[in-house]
């Protein structure tokens, strides 16, 4: 890489922190009730955004395959028609860091987003935003709300995982589980914390097995194969398509969704479960639009939108639901392909995740953006610029 590529690369890294730092800051922090300097911050983001639509344009132009080049258009098209800001700026980063090192992304990511995190904590220790604890001993720590908190610890476990590519050393599991535990004492976030036991708990499973049945071990290879086979199996039929399976299991719940609610009666844990099925039955009674729809979600009266699927369809369009389901479903079919595990357990996870909570393609509070270039490095774009690029 020459000087000059060198400094286009660092100016795009610029762009890409600045809008995470304006996105995390003025979204889900407390420093948004200030507001005073917010115009500024968001003029300036939009000029961010410009530069990352500049790279987007050239990334796309310049890619001889006729397949990505048609990808990437769609894309940025969709960003650019589907309503939503946070939208359009997941999908002019996607297209314009195809071909960047996975790995350099995702670390910048880890640190601006954890840094932004802990500043906002201190932030609220210290008394310079307010330190609020919810009821049942639920702390935001500086966060707009409880559950902020609690997911974004969830995506910097998620995310620091697959940046060390799931080695971790039989020790360092333990204090894996005890985090989800502290993290679970300090939000009571049940399904943050179901979803960080059950992640390092594939990790922990997959890290005995390869021990277990070491290929080396001859009497092991026959068990190994057979073992293979069913693992494979399960993938391909079944995990592969996790978050078509998610919706169609949302489309049921949401049908019986009055049992559910009955149920809540009488098992405190469904009671919010309960409420997310009203909120997205209500959404989903809006009319159907290819490129998406303003709807209210506020506190007088309370409206949130709190589930995945019904707030993409609706909030962001048909067009995008599409096309999101495919790419993460693609995602799916070619960690497997690649034996990227770490990375096919987290969408697991996501896919998990969707059912209850909604920040799946927020650029700024989970790490599905810096994620998908480990998909793009796997893609058949030129061998001389993969690997040139994809070495840290």
Same mark, same amino acid.
């Given at each position: 890489m020459n000087l000059r590529e060198s400094k286009k690369d660092l100016f795009l890294y610029f762009a890409y922190i600045y809008i995470l730092f304006n996105q995390f800051i003025f979204t889900c922090t407390r420093f948004q009730d200030w507001g005073g300097q917010y115009g500024l911050f968001e003029t300036f983001a939009y000029v961010m955004e410009f530069v990352l639509l500049d790279y987007a344009i050239w990334n796309i132009v310049k890619e001889p395959d006729k397949k990505i080049k048609l990808v990437l258009t769609v894309i940025t098209v969709c960003g650019a028609l589907c309503d939503g800001d946070e939208v359009r700026t997941l999908c002019l980063m996607l297209t314009a860091f195809y071909g960047q090192p996975m790995k350099k992304a995702l670390k910048i990511w880890i640190i601006t987003i954890a840094s932004l995190f802990a500043f906002t904590a201190f932030c609220s220790l210290v008394g310079i935003l307010e330190f609020r604890v919810n009821i049942g001993g639920r702390y935001e720590f500086g966060m707009i709300w409880y559950t902020d908190f609690a997911y974004t610890c969830l995506f910097l476990f998620l995310a620091f995982a697959v940046y060390r590519d799931g080695r971790f050393r039989l020790f360092e599991y333990p204090v894996l589980y005890a985090l989800a535990l502290v993290v679970f004492r300090l939000t009571q976030a049940k399904n943050t914390t179901i979803c960080m036991l059950l992640f390092t708990t594939m990790c922990l499973v997959s890290f005995i097995y390869g021990k277990l049945l070491d290929p080396e071990n001859e009497n092991n290879t026959?068990?190994?194969?057979?073992?293979?086979?069913?693992?494979?199996?399960?993938?391909?039929?079944?995990?592969?398509?996790?978050?078509?399976?998610?919706?169609?299991?949302?489309?049921?719940?949401?049908?019986?969704?009055?049992?559910?609610?009955? *149920?809540?009666?009488?098992?405190?844990?469904?009671?919010? /479960?309960?409420?997310?099925?009203?909120?997205?039955?209500?959404?989903?009674? &809006?009319?159907?639009?290819?490129?998406?729809?303003?709807? /209210?979600?506020?506190?007088?009266?309370?409206?949130?939108?709190?589930?995945?699927?019904?707030?993409?369809?609706?909030?962001?369009?048909?067009?995008?639901?599409?096309?999101?389901? *495919?790419?993460?479903? /693609?995602?799916?079919?070619?960690?497997?392909?690649?034996? @990227? &595990?770490?990375?096919?357990?987290?969408?697991?996870? @996501?896919?998990?995740?969707?059912?209850?909570?909604?920040?799946?393609?927020?650029?700024?509070?989970?790490f599905m953006f810096p994620l998908a270039f480990a998909v793009w490095a796997a893609l058949p774009f030129d061998k001389s610029n993969r690997q040139g690029k994809n070495q840290e």
């Open positions: 026959l068990l190994k194969k057979r073992c293979d086979a069913v693992i494979y199996n399960v993938q391909k039929y079944f995990l592969d398509y996790s978050f078509i399976w998610g919706l169609l299991l949302f489309a049921f719940m949401l049908s019986i969704k009055d049992r559910v609610a009955l *149920a809540a009666e009488a098992h405190d844990f469904l009671g919010s /479960y309960a409420d997310r099925l009203g909120f997205s039955y209500e959404v989903l009674q &809006n009319p159907v639009t290819p490129f998406g729809q303003y709807f /209210y979600e506020g506190q007088d009266p309370y409206f949130m939108v709190d589930q995945f699927y019904p707030r993409l369809f609706v909030r962001h369009g048909a067009v995008l639901f599409v096309v999101v389901i *495919a790419v993460f479903t /693609y995602i799916l079919i070619r960690a497997r392909r690649e034996r @990227m &595990n770490v990375i096919y357990f987290a969408m697991l996870i @996501m896919a998990l995740y969707a059912q209850t909570d909604l920040q799946i393609i927020d650029c700024s509070r989970d």
